[in-house]
Each structure stands twice: as C-alpha cells, then as structure tokens.
C-alpha cells in the first residue's frame, strides 16, 4: 500500500470532509434544543455524529494522517459556516481528529475494519475529553459528571462514529465510486471485491 497521496485522494478527501462539516453545523444546532431538554450530559449520546469524518476518509483512503487531516477540515468548514461552537469547534476537530488517527497509528496503518473504526470513535471521544478538561480545568467536573460524560461520548463515538462510518462507506462501495480508492483495490486483492461489507 502506498503512502503517498494522489490528487484523486485529495479531492475526495475534501468533499468528504467539507460534506461532514455540513452535517456537524446541522448536528450542533440539532443539539442547543436537545440539550436544553436533556441536558448537556445527556446530549452526549449525539458526540460520534461529530467524529464521523474520520473514520469515513480514513476507511476509504487509508494513508497515515487521513484520519487527523479529515475531521480537522470537517471543523474548520463547522466553524466556517457559522457553528455557534466558534472557534472552539476547529479546536476540538484537532484534539478528536488525534485520537482518531491513533486509533489506525497504533496497527501500522495495516488494519481497516469495523473494530478499528469504532476504535477510531472511542478515541476521538477521549481527545474531546482532553480539549474539554484543558479548556475548561478539571474543576468542571465533579468526578460522577466526568467519568459519565466520557462513557456516553465513548459509547456514542463506538456507534455514531466507526460504526456508521462503516455502513455509510460500504454503502458508497455499492455503487461503484470508491472502487479506484485503496480500500477496494485491497478487496480485489484479496478477491472481495464485490462491495458488500467485509471485515476490512
């Protein structure tokens, strides 16, 4: 596998990101009402929705930085477009794109499958808590508010992240545009290359 970027992985890395940072200013308004109702504990079940680029580009593209480079773009272009986050939602892309891109850092950049993704969104929930806890101190918290606010978002980045990333890519797969990209030119290798959903 080659690690080096064509043009052709650059442009859809940009649609994928600037088409997630849409849906995160759309996600982010969703929740000044949810969390209203809920409160912003309880609104954190909506988190993986916001780490979902990663994964995505990652799965597809599978270069070192793919990950990071992704959900930092899909910020930019939230707070580009008016996130009422501001800065701080560019801020957080970082911090959570980190935590994505070591979820595949840690297997070399040789394991993409349903499990890494959801890795992908557990620690991109950890790198949220981090920017949370620099940019707010720990005194935020009590110790009961951290711990399930970190659960929620972990269980949230689990499914709403890596696990719908896997079923929105594969069903791209279907139709055929992904199969120029490195994650179906190894299915071919591996002869799975139909575009149903393999473990890789």
Not at 67 to 77: M, R, Y
Not at 82 to 103: C, M, R, W, Y
Not at 124 to 152: D, E, H, K, Q, R
């Amino acid at each position: 596998m080659s690690r080096t970027w064509n043009m052709k992985e650059v442009v859809l890395a940009v649609i994928l990101s600037v088409a997630c940072g849409v849906v995160y200013l759309g996600w982010s308004t969703l929740w000044i009402p949810i969390s209203a109702l809920v409160g912003p504990v309880g609104a954190g079940f909506m988190f993986g929705i916001w780490v979902i680029a990663s994964p995505i580009v990652a799965y597809i593209i599978r270069k070192p930085g793919a990950a990071l480079i992704a959900e930092v773009a899909a910020a930019a272009v939230e707070m580009l477009t008016g996130s009422h986050f501001g800065l701080s939602a560019l801020l957080i892309g970082v911090f959570q794109g980190l935590g994505a891109e070591l979820a595949f850092a840690i297997f070399g950049y040789r394991r993409f499958n349903v499990w890494t993704l959801m890795l992908s969104g557990a620690l991109a929930a950890v790198g949220s808590m981090v920017y949370s806890v620099i940019a707010n101190g720990m005194g935020y918290y009590t110790p009961t508010m951290f711990w399930l606010t970190l659960g929620i978002q972990v269980v949230s980045g689990i499914l709403l992240g890596g696990l719908l990333a896997k079923i929105v890519v594969e069903a791209l797969a279907r139709t055929g545009v992904l199969n120029s990209y490195e994650m179906m030119k190894s299915r071919r290798r591996r002869g799975t290359g139909n575009g149903l959903p393999t473990g890789s």
